[in-house]
Nanobody, 118 residues
């Protein structure tokens, strides 16, 4: 079993930045690591969360159109950590952000709240 622990969420004003981090509890080879988000107050299953960014073992990176040019995903494979640098934040970025990683099984973190005020 692998536990993913997110950190770095918080309350910021529009235009400011945040950096999210997610660390895996043990060393494991992931085929993909990434971030999803779920807007506050909505009840959705894991499969209905919005993909924000993902980075694959081969180096491919995918972003949601709404965050392209503002968010950057990166990893430290040695530390089994994935980061999400979020710049020029907008109120519509407000959500719970979930770390995810796949290694034969799809693991999820418990989420970290990001709130952007206008």
């Amino acid at each position: 079993q692998v536990e993913l622990v997110e950190s770095g969420g918080g309350l910021v004003q529009a235009g400011e930045s945040l950096r999210l981090s997610c660390a895996a509890s043990r060393s494991i080879t992931f085929t993909v690591m990434g971030w999803y988000r779920q807007a506050s107050g909505t009840q959705t299953s894991e499969t209905e969360r919005e993909l924000v960014a993902a980075i694959y073992a081969g180096g491919q990176i995918k972003y949601a159109d709404s965050v392209k040019g503002r968010f950057t995903i990166s990893t430290n494979r040695i530390r089994n950590t994935v980061y999400l640098q979020m710049n020029s934040l907008k109120p519509e970025d407000t959500a719970v952000y979930y770390c995810t990683a796949v290694s034969g099984y799809h693991y999820w973190g418990k989420g970290t709240q990001v709130t952007v005020s206008s």
